[in-house]
């Protein structure tokens, strides 16, 4: 089902785009041949590693398949749109009206170089994303209080050593109290990822580095990989919570397992051993993979909620289907309920679609203020 979702654009090129033009049957073919090659990029993914999520080819290939990938796409998509409009013009003329070579070309030539320009955006070191957020009844020891978020790094074959290295440099350059990373670290094994994940060891704040799973961590061993981060001095909060101090003001940072835990076995997220022991009155700021539990967890008394896995919608228009698909949350920062969550659009995202347009991944550092009563 999931390789059969994906060939679907690929169909509706071949069919409606490539079909219709005025090439010669050898040229159809060959042309068909290469179009079904690049959108059965996840087939090969799966052949290469045993699983579509870590391709495990050269870096140069893996990008040439996301282009590949993401011209069909963009292309099937403008086909359609082209389709309507020209729909609309024969109900108004009341006739029919062929769709100009020209116009075929034009479309290919466009989904090729937006593609090819969100790959580019992809596959980039991140940006400085400064956030405030106002927090009620912060201690007036943590007003000011800096934490870098990073979340949905990838780290894989595309994201893979010297990208790993460059983030952390950046991340330790923003001198923070804090290191929180929401889940989504990888894509593949240890032994595959062994050598890409090592710079992650690097990271360096006062109170720590802390780290959560997200739903890629329960596809290549959940426990085996929370277990590998803490060697790498990074400290797995699992359904847990730690309690940190500035003298005598307090905060509490707790973080949860992602919703999809329980399909490999694992304890699902459980808010209220995350928080059980926790002092009372203190703010607690939760770390969830997943933003679709936002609103249970405004309900438990949580202050601030930081979340990922959106890669905030990657495409201006997909970011509404990917809002959809999470509770209407996919970017940036909601008030849910009288709590702050903020959403990162990701360090990194998925190399299975490494494209965006419109919709930059961050390197997120976050200022607490205390609220104005």
């Not at 398949?65 to 403008?78: D, R």
């Not at 992602?258 to 997220?269: E, I, K």
């Not at 896995?309 to 201006?316: E, K, L, Q």
Request: charged share 15%; proline share 5%; aromatic share 8%.
């Amino acid at each position: 089902m999931f390789h059969l979702m994906f060939s679907i654009p690929c169909l509706l090129v071949l069919v409606r785009w490539l079909w219709p033009l005025p090439l010669s049957t050898k040229s159809k073919v060959a042309s068909a041949v290469v179009l079904v090659l690049l959108s059965q990029y996840h087939l090969w993914s799966r052949i290469s590693s045993g699983s579509v999520f870590s391709p495990e080819f050269p870096k140069g290939l893996v990008i040439l398949f996301n282009w590949g990938f993401g011209a069909i796409l963009l292309l099937a998509v403008f086909q359609l749109l082209v389709d309507a409009g020209t729909v609309i013009v024969m109900a108004i003329r009341r006739r029919r009206v062929a769709i100009a070579p020209r116009v075929r070309y034009g479309i290919a030539i466009a989904a090729a170089l937006l593609a090819a320009l969100g790959v580019n955006q992809a596959i980039k070191s991140p940006s400085l994303e400064d956030v405030l957020i106002e927090v009620k009844n912060l201690p007036h020891e943590f007003d000011g209080y800096q934490v870098v978020h990073l979340t949905d790094l990838h780290i894989s074959r595309l994201f893979d050593a010297p990208w790993t290295r460059k983030v952390v440099d950046d991340a330790n350059a923003l001198d923070a109290d804090l290191i929180v990373i929401t889940g989504d670290l990888i894509d593949g094994n240890i032994a595959q990822r062994e050598l890409d994940v090592a710079a992650l060891r690097d990271l360096r704040a006062p109170d720590g580095v802390w780290v959560i799973p997200g739903n890629h961590e329960y596809f290549f061993g959940h426990k085996e990989w929370m277990a590998y981060f803490a060697g790498l001095n990074m400290t797995p909060l699992d359904n847990s919570h730690t309690v940190l101090k500035r003298g005598a003001g307090q905060l509490v940072l707790a973080g949860v397992n992602d919703v999809t835990a329980p399909r490999t076995g694992a304890a699902p997220p459980d808010l209220d051993a995350a928080l059980r022991g926790a002092p009372a009155g203190v703010p607690v700021i939760l770390l969830d993979h997943q933003p679709r539990n936002a609103r249970l967890s405004a309900s438990r008394g949580v202050a601030l909620q930081l979340s990922g896995h959106t890669h905030g919608g990657m495409i201006v228009g997909l970011d509404r289907v990917v809002a959809h698909a999470n509770n209407g949350f996919v970017s940036g920062r909601y008030d849910v309920d009288g709590m702050t969550m903020y959403l990162n659009n990701g360090t990194a995202l998925w190399p299975g679609f490494a494209l965006r347009l419109g919709v930059p991944s961050e390197l997120t550092r976050i200022t607490l203020r205390r609220q104005a009563s």
